[in-house]
């Protein structure tokens, strides 16, 4: 088996109700920590006690949590914010969203043509959300048998 920890850009909190239904606990979910006043109210800023989980954030994060270098078998992304983290992995998958190369919000910077370019050239598999989930878990079984014991 193995240990699942969720990696986000997005407030932990907005997180932990899906990573419990899935049955990981609130300590392996590594996402902005929101800071609250003496009320108990989120102030919309981030917490001061772990790195910022966007970016090279991400795999900061992964390091003060404690996982190192070949410790990580497999991560899994979905834009180039996800990059540094997924370069930390032994195995690496980069899905294109459904809609990235229609996104107006993002363009060509997560569009489905350049994320297929740096999935090659990182050498990371490539999934694209529409090819559906049993190619997901085709891919994710092959990079699992590709990690080092």
């Keep these: 088996g193995w240990r699942v920890l ?19 606990p609130e300590g392996d979910v590594l996402g902005v920590r929101l800071e609250f006043d003496p009320a108990g109210r989120a102030t ?9 989980t966007w970016c090279e954030g991400k795999a900061a994060a992964l390091d003060a949590y404690g996982v190192v270098g070949g410790r990580l078998c497999l991560a899994v992304g979905n834009s180039m914010d996800d990059v ?20 107006r919000w993002t363009g060509e910077a997560e569009g489905a043509q350049r994320l297929a370019r740096v999935a090659a050239e990182e050498g990371f598999w490539l999934h694209e959300a529409t090819q559906g989930r049993e190619e997901y878990l085709r891919l994710a079984a092959e990079a699992e048998a590709s990690c080092e014991s």
Excluded: H, N, Y
Excluded at 44 to 52: D, N, Q
Excluded at 96 to 102: A, D, I, L, N, Q
């Design 6 to 24: 969720i990696v986000t850009a997005s407030p932990a909190e907005a997180v932990l109700r899906g990573a419990q239904e899935l049955g990981i």
């Design 44 to 52: 919309g800023l981030p917490a001061p006690s772990m790195p910022l």
């Design 84 to 103: 540094p983290m997924l370069r930390r992995a032994q195995a690496g998958i980069l899905c294109v969203p459904r809609g990235s190369t229609e996104d």
